[in-house]
């Protein structure tokens, strides 16, 4: 997203020459009734002092919007190596465990003391066989747990630092951050959101209607509306500096994208159809029309942005709402130049907010091979990209473009995001991991393409005759090898791009204690953030003491998949004594009795986790963790508060914001303040 600033040279520029746009050949923006002079007191220097005033008001508001993300900006910006994270997808090259122990056993005695921390339970070195769950070398089966290893690696780099925590305007200004973040029942937006688009609306309409009446100074409106051009495609673009300031991905300003754009699509009709009453009162409808052919051409290309964009319609022909934007916005530009010669500038800073996206969307983008592997409990694919293993964060997400015929001919014109749930720079080298969903035609397409690549190869699959499902014959074999990253050899090109969104400026790190919640799919942000989180607390880089993670699921067979992810997390820390994590899975349909024999294949769960019936009562164990939080040492840096993590249903989301809502302000306050990401 580009500079709002581009919009003010072109605005002082024009008030400083002070163009007459009334005279013959301006177009639309014009009264050109032949005979007639301008309308009074209806000067287009007016209309364009009033822009400059509105776009510098805007601006402020942006700037001001800026200042409520200050806090988490300056903690990121003190952490060493934290603002680098999250921009661009890197190759990292791989450090096997055993070559870190043998160089750290090389270096001096005082070295060694450095690196042992955090303090470890079991022997650094194991001659065990090789364990799916621990960083190990393929050469000699020697097995070296994650969690010891990850410190290693934190010393070759040098000392590790506990992020700074600095509490947020939402803690601080507590309990009215709790009022604006509110919900109200007949819209999803928030009351600061509403109050946000109602101060907009507000000003927008006392730019185009102040000290004047009906159409005679049309000017404005018109003019308002070449001038927010360059906002309006800024907030809907994927690469933002608006965005970067705010600590908000392209994915959060889209509803701002949309809201601006309507507003700005109203203005033009308002100019539009003033003019054609005033041409109607005078009897020049048919010279001026025919006069002014490139306004109707940008009304259209306006109108096809507008009308593509109703949420009906872009949700159920999402391709046909993505190639009309384009197409919109391109004869909206090219016909408004025609239009008025002044508003040039206007459509220059415009495509400069244009092209700076597309070259930030080039450099992130990589062409790559992706392996593929089908996970039929959950109906969803695995995909893997072991040639990218740094530079996201947890909450992040991938834009996919499949290149393969199996998954259609136009399969290169789609585009789709993903949440990323494997850890960045993980010891080991697992690189980027997505679990793919079927949930619509392309999610179809490409579950069925990497089904057929493990069928042809016989890759452990039996097929019910009753329902043509697939289920995996060894299913300890199979989940084994979904975490070493073998799979069943099914690949494919792909074009990967991002990463984006996230958690913006916040540091979960930062926090005394972090509560996950993840409701069906949601659970890749959940795997992520808590793996991060057992990173950085493995590189004693990490503030965080309690962990627990919540995950909803209608089928309860839906954690056999994924039971190995849980597993490997949960023996992580076993190696570390300062985390305390806790693992609960609810599941909101009964068990068959598959599902209880698999239970008793596998003997008893790991240690710190439970399953559960049923949906969770979110505020009584928000309130559970919140007193253990108040519970624990203060040391001498106090506690430094909980950070809730959310990803699922909106239902989901709005329940975990009534939970926090509960918690009282004493106990709230006691631990440092409580903080929501959502994802």
């Not at 010891?148 to 992020?163: E, I, M, N, Q």
């Not at 590189?539 to 597993?567: E, K, M």
Request: net charge positive; with cysteine.
């Amino acid at each position: 997203m580009a500079s709002p600033m581009a919009s003010f040279v072109p605005s002082i520029a024009h008030s400083r020459i002070g163009l007459d746009v009334s005279t013959a050949g301006s177009a639309v923006a014009i009264e050109s009734t032949g005979s007639s002079a301008p309308v009074a007191g209806s000067t287009a220097p007016d209309a364009q002092r009033v822009m400059v005033i509105f776009n510098l008001s805007l601006s402020f508001l942006i700037l001001l919007c800026t200042f409520a993300s200050a806090p988490h900006l300056i903690a990121r910006l003190r952490q060493p190596g934290a603002w680098r994270q999250g921009w661009l997808l890197q190759n990292c090259k791989v450090y096997t465990a055993r070559s870190i122990v043998r160089r750290s056993l090389q270096l001096a005695p005082a070295a060694n003391a450095l690196m042992r921390t955090p303090t470890v339970k079991r022997s650094l070195i194991t001659e065990t066989a090789p364990n799916p769950h621990s960083s190990s070398d393929s050469e000699n089966g020697h097995t070296y747990p994650a969690a010891v290893v990850a410190p290693l690696v934190a010393g070759r780099r040098g000392s590790p630092s506990v992020p700074t925590h600095i509490p947020s305007w939402t803690t601080l200004l507590h309990p009215l951050s709790t009022v604006l973040s509110r919900n109200f029942s007949i819209t999803p937006l928030s009351v600061g959101q509403i109050l946000f688009l109602g101060l907009y609306a507000t000003a927008f309409l006392l730019a185009a209607f102040v000290n004047t009446s009906g159409t005679a100074n049309l000017k404005r409106s018109g003019w308002l509306v070449v001038g927010q051009t360059p906002f309006v495609v800024a907030l809907g673009s994927k690469n933002s500096i608006v965005g970067l300031l705010l600590g908000r991905g392209y994915e959060r300003l889209n509803f701002f994208h949309r809201c601006l754009g309507k507003l700005m699509f109203l203005a033009a009709l308002f100019h539009v159809i003033g003019y054609i009453v005033l041409w109607l009162k005078k009897n020049t409808e048919e010279t001026n029309a025919a006069k002014h052919v490139s306004a109707w051409v940008a009304l259209a290309g306006l109108s096809l942005l507008s009308l593509m964009s109703l949420p009906m319609l872009r949700r159920s022909m999402y391709n046909v709402f993505y190639h009309a934007h384009w197409v919109g916005y391109i004869t909206y530009l090219v016909a408004i130049c025609y239009h008025v010669e002044e508003a040039t500038l206007w459509v220059l800073a415009t495509v400069f907010v244009i092209g700076l996206d597309h070259i930030c969307r080039i450099l992130k983008s990589t062409y790559t091979t992706v392996n593929l592997e089908v996970i039929p409990e959950l109906r969803t694919t695995r995909i893997e990209i072991p040639h990218l293993t740094r530079g996201w964060r947890a909450g992040q997400h991938v834009r996919l473009r499949a290149l393969s015929t199996k998954m259609g001919f136009g399969s290169i014109a789609e585009v789709h995001p993903f949440t990323i749930a494997s850890v960045s720079m993980k010891s080991g080298g697992q690189g980027v991991v997505l679990y793919v969903k079927c949930a619509g035609d392309w999610t179809k397409r490409l579950y069925d393409a990497a089904r057929s690549f493990q069928i042809e190869k016989g890759a452990g699959f039996s097929e019910k005759s009753d329902a043509g499902n697939f289920h995996y014959l060894s299913p300890s074999k199979s989940y084994g090898t979904a975490l070493s990253g073998m799979g069943s050899g099914a690949t494919m090109k792909m074009i990967v791009e991002g990463p984006y969104g996230g958690p913006g400026h916040l540091i979960a790190s930062s926090f005394t204690s972090a509560f996950v919640v993840a409701g069906g799919s949601g659970v890749t942000f959940a795997l992520s953030a808590v793996d991060e989180l057992v990173r950085d607390i493995g590189n004693a880089q990490a503030r965080t003491r309690l962990l627990h993670l919540v995950w909803i699921v209608q089928d309860p067979g839906s954690i056999f998949p994924l039971l190995p992810v849980l597993t490997s997390l949960l023996d992580r820390v076993l190696y570390i004594h300062t985390i305390s994590l806790k693992i609960s899975v609810y599941y909101t349909r009964a068990a068959s009795h598959d599902f209880h024999d698999k239970l008793l294949a596998i003997g008893k769960l790991p240690k710190g986790m439970e399953v559960e019936p049923g949906r969770p009562n979110v505020s009584d164990v928000l309130r559970i963790l919140v007193q253990q939080t108040a519970s624990l040492a203060r040391g001498e840096r106090g506690l430094s508060g909980l950070m809730v993590g959310v990803c699922g249903p909106p239902s989901l989301a709005e329940d975990v914001r009534k939970a926090v809502r509960t918690v009282e302000a004493t106990l709230r306050k006691s631990i440092g303040g409580i903080e929501i990401a959502e994802e």
